[in-house]
Antibody, heavy 117, light 108 residues
Framework: QLQLQESGPGRVKPLQTLSLTCSVS??????????WTWIRQQPGTGLEWIGC???????YYNPSLESRVTISLDTSNNQFSLKLSSVTAADTAVYYCATGPYYDLDWGQGTLVTVSS | EIVLTQSPATLSLSPGERATLSCRTS??????LAWYQKKPGQAPRLLIYDASYRATGIPARFSGSGSGTDFTLTISSLEPADFAVYYCQQRTNWPPFNFGQGTKLEIK
């Protein structure tokens, strides 16, 4: 079982870029066949899949966010990251990182990011 | 994009009762469907994958069934810890790996 931990600013100003990191322990981010995923939950709503990066580096994004999202791997630090540009109040959410060989088996505890000036 | 519709939105039951939750997809997803349990302040937990396989450590009272476009999560005898929000997610036609809107299972 992998342990994941999100980190990053809890508050981001409108139109700036939200940047989060997910640190992975208990295994390698180079694990063959694993997907490294970001998911969010806006206040009072359900789960929204943001995107993922395959261990090979191939990325897949939600079309609704694709123009603003970048997910990348940092193999030297065994972590992966999320960047979401031009944020608005609608991007206020709890952001989760997750992983698994196909389904999202292991999750971070989540981190609240508030978009506010 | 595949749309997942869960029903009912809210299910009110008592401990010991049987819960049946439904998830319908707008296009066939084969058996590539998962169920997650979400409690306030906690990360989602994978319960069922590939429509009917329990994830490691998930009690036998949780079971999944269905294929194509119609899926069911059944909890045979509710325990207090089972009252939560349940989401289905498709994992076949992507991106995105959409979730349903959730079913809230509440204590009656």
């Amino acid at each position: 079982q992998l342990q994941l931990q999100e980190s990053g600013p809890g508050r981001v100003k409108p139109l700036q870029t939200l940047s989060l990191t997910c640190s992975v322990s208990g295994g390698s981010i180079n694990s063959a066949g694993y997907y490294w995923t970001w998911i969010r939950q806006q206040p009072g709503t359900g789960l929204e899949w943001i995107g993922c990066i395959y261990y090979s580096g191939t990325t897949y994004y939600n079309p609704s966010l694709e123009s603003r999202v970048t997910i990348s791997l940092d193999t030297s630090n065994n972590q992966f990251s999320l960047k979401l540009s031009s944020v608005t109040a609608a991007d206020t959410a709890v952001y989760y990182c997750a992983t698994g060989p196909y389904y999202d088996l292991d999750w971070g505890q989540g981190t609240l990011v508030t978009v506010s000036s | 994009e595949i749309v997942l519709t869960q029903s009912p939105a809210t299910l009110s039951l008592s401990p010991g009762e049987r819960a049946t939750l439904s998830c319908r997809t707008s296009q066939t997803v084969g058996n590539s469907l998962a169920w997650y349990q979400k409690k306030p302040g906690q990360a989602p937990r994978l319960l069922i994958y590939d429509a009917s396989y329990r994830a490691t450590g998930i009690p036998a009272r949780f079971s999944g069934s269905g294929s194509g476009t119609d899926f069911t999560l059944t909890i045979s005898s509710l325990e207090p810890a089972d009252f939560a929000v349940y989401y289905c997610q498709q994992r076949t036609n992507w991106p995105p790996f959409n979730f349903g809107q959730g079913t809230k299972l509440e204590i009656k």
